[in-house]
């Protein structure tokens, strides 16, 4: 059974910079496609990001410009750098498959306050 593992959050000052990461532990990312979800407290889950396994990207109104997926198969690893962050980010950020998710893993935490 896959397992999703997301790490890379932490506190950031309004305008810094985060890279969370995203890996699948006994399972291989390389044919899925990919895609970053946020829920704040008290909030219902948001789509933020999504990748092709042929690295065509989408990303959510809210962070258009500002946030860049990517994926590197070597590593099995999904990444979501964020740039230019504001109090609003402030969320748990998950990752799953968008059409056929997997059980969802703990999330990390990302806070962005002065």
């Known amino acids: 059974q896959v397992q999703l593992v997301e790490s890379g959050g932490g506190l950031a000052q309004p305008g810094g910079s985060l890279r969370l990461s995203c890996t699948a532990s006994?399972?291989?990312?390389?044919?899925?496609?990919m895609g970053w979800y946020r829920q704040a407290s008290g909030k219902q889950r948001e789509y933020v990001a999504s990748?092709?396994?042929?690295?065509?990207?989408d990303y959510g109104d809210t962070v258009k410009g500002r946030f860049t997926i990517s994926r590197d198969n070597s590593k099995n690893t999904v990444y979501l750098q964020m740039n230019s962050l504001r109090p609003e980010d402030t969320a748990v950020y998950y990752c799953?498959?968008?059409?056929?998710?997997?059980?969802w893993g703990q999330g990390t935490q990302v806070t962005v306050s002065s």
């Open positions: 006994q399972s291989s990312l390389r044919n899925y496609n």
């Open positions: 990748i092709t396994w042929t690295s065509v990207t």
């Open positions: 799953n498959r968008p059409s056929r998710p997997c059980p």
